[in-house]
């Protein structure tokens, strides 16, 4: 059985009531978490964005506080983390919002003892993250774009400091 086209679904939407919607959208988020989190998203905090930033913003430090001592883990927890990330990105749909996201775990990342250690599969989670927000500054409207392109600076001059060797060709 194919796929309904989205433009299909939106039109029989029209024929139905507000009550028989609610009905839908309950019965979808019945099924997957996913959909859950996403129709709490659009209820809650879909006008308080401010908000939401920063509930991923604590959960981005809880899950640095709470790193495995084992460098195979960290990295493990933090491909988790940033799935998560992504999904919440997703949610939120906007890219100022998804750059303080980004910034933040990267800040987090450069604080954390983990980011002078040798390992490669961590040194690439890192730079994937900053190879994300530096694509994405230059999209953003010139003073947004102003302000981030500061704070990832700021990012870049602390991680210049944690480790020496890093160079720009590397997230470019």
């Given at each position: 059985?194919?796929?309904?086209?989205l433009?299909?679904?939106?039109k029989?939407?029209?024929f139905?009531?507000?009550?028989q919607?609610k009905?839908l959208?309950?019965r979808?988020?019945?099924?997957?978490t996913?959909?859950k989190?996403?129709?709490?998203?659009?209820l809650?905090?879909?006008?308080?964005?401010?908000?939401?930033?920063?509930?991923?913003?604590?959960?981005?430090?809880?899950e640095f506080?709470d790193?495995?001592?084992?460098?195979?883990?960290?990295?493990?927890?933090?491909?988790k983390?940033?799935?998560?990330?992504?999904?919440?990105?997703r949610?939120m749909?906007?890219?100022?919002?998804?750059v303080?996201v980004?910034?933040?775990?990267s800040?987090e990342?450069?604080?954390?003892?983990?980011?002078?250690?040798?390992?490669?599969?961590l040194?690439?989670?890192l730079f994937r993250?900053l190879?994300r927000?530096?694509?994405i500054?230059?999209?953003?409207?010139e003073?947004?774009?102003?302000?981030?392109?500061?704070q990832?600076?700021?990012?870049?001059?602390?991680l210049?400091?944690k480790k020496?060797?890093?160079s720009?060709r590397?997230?470019?």
């Open positions: 059985m194919d796929s309904p086209k433009a299909e679904l939106k029989e939407l029209n139905h009531d507000a009550h919607l009905d959208c309950l979808i988020a019945k099924y997957k996913e959909n989190e996403l129709l709490h998203y659009l809650f905090y879909q006008d308080k964005k401010d908000d939401y930033i920063v509930l991923i913003k604590d959960l981005i430090k809880d506080d790193l495995h001592p084992s460098i195979y883990y960290v990295s493990k927890q933090l491909r983390l940033i799935r998560i990330m992504n999904k919440h990105i949610y749909a906007d890219k100022p919002a998804e303080e980004l910034l933040s775990f800040s990342f450069i604080k954390h003892s983990i980011v002078k250690s040798n390992f490669k599969a040194d690439s989670i993250q190879k927000i530096n694509k500054i230059p999209k953003l409207q003073d947004l774009s102003f302000d981030y392109q500061q990832f600076d700021e990012v870049i001059s602390d210049k400091k020496p060797a890093f720009m590397e997230i470019e």
